[in-house]
């Protein structure tokens, strides 16, 4: 919302920035790291790599600063409330995704227009009532927690979701019961971006992860590797499934075939090429 009241702002007369003022604007200092990358011979200076530790105590008290200094500035644009106030009212409106069918069951996520995020439903009849599978509002008082992927069995009887907290593209996964509603005691973490696939038995599920750093974190410098989870076990015990180990930017991600008998590996490299096997 704040970059696009600054793009707003920025073209209405009313809201024009002091110039002046905005020079004499004290901004936070920030600290020059000595970290460097090498790319085929050539050392390319990264000095802020240290603010791509989002929950780091230096870079924590950096973004404060810099709310603390932006945030009133901000606030006090006239055309603020004006903007605030149609954009909230070009927003509100009732929203629903393609419902997925697994199992005789429908899955699909819903928004009265009004709400941080939006809910997953289940119905086993498209013009029956449906019941809240799901509702990602509720599970913080500040509505930040989002839920990411969701992939249901092919049974349509338990349901593998990911959850976001505050934005971060980690994402942690849990299974839930569809027809209790209820999580299982399972939960996978170190994970970016891709979905989960279930084995036809809904007994286990791969997924691709990063390694773990010694303090407990996902270390997302280093390459994805594909495991094997099989419910109702710790995520130590899951078995490392394909690790690349011959050529450094390539992730592998996990597919299984809908009859059940391959797993597909559908390697990255990036933008610059993609690979399956």
């Excluded at 707003?8 to 007369?13: I, T």
């Excluded at 149609?86 to 697994?102: D, G, T």
Aim: charge should be neutral.
């Amino acid at each position: 919302l704040s970059i696009a009241l600054i793009s707003f702002s920025a073209c209405h007369s009313d809201a024009r920035p002091d110039l002046d003022s905005r020079a004499r604007i004290a901004y936070p200092d920030v600290r020059r790291g000595d970290h460097s990358d090498t790319y085929y011979g050539v050392t390319v200076a990264d000095p802020y790599r240290w603010m791509e530790d989002l929950g780091g105590a230096q870079t924590r008290a950096f973004i404060e600063a810099e709310n603390a200094l932006s945030k009133p500035y901000l606030e006090a644009i006239p055309a603020r409330a004006r903007i605030k106030a149609r954009l909230a009212q070009l927003w509100s409106y009732e929203r629903y995704e393609i419902p997925l069918k697994r199992g005789g069951r429908y899955f699909y996520r819903r928004n009265d227009g009004l709400q941080n995020q939006s809910v997953l439903y289940v119905t086993e009849n498209l013009q029956g009532p449906p019941r809240v599978l799901l509702d990602p509002n509720s599970l913080s008082p500040d509505a930040t927690i989002a839920m990411g992927e969701f992939v249901p069995s092919d049974d349509g009887q338990l349901l593998a979701y990911s959850l976001s907290d505050g934005g971060t593209d980690w994402r942690t996964w849990r299974i839930r019961d569809v027809a209790t509603g209820t999580d299982l005691a399972d939960t996978l973490q170190f994970i970016k971006f891709r979905q989960v696939a279930w084995t036809p038995d809904r007994k286990a599920l791969y997924y691709a992860r990063y390694p773990q750093l010694p303090d407990g974190r996902g270390d997302d410098t280093k390459q994805m590797e594909i495991y094997l989870h099989v419910l109702g076990t710790a995520q130590t015990q899951d078995a490392l499934i394909y690790r690349i180990s011959d050529h450094p930017r390539r992730n592998p991600y996990p597919a299984v075939t809908a009859n059940g008998r391959f797993l597909i590996i559908n390697v990255f490299d990036g933008s610059r090429s993609t690979g399956v096997y």
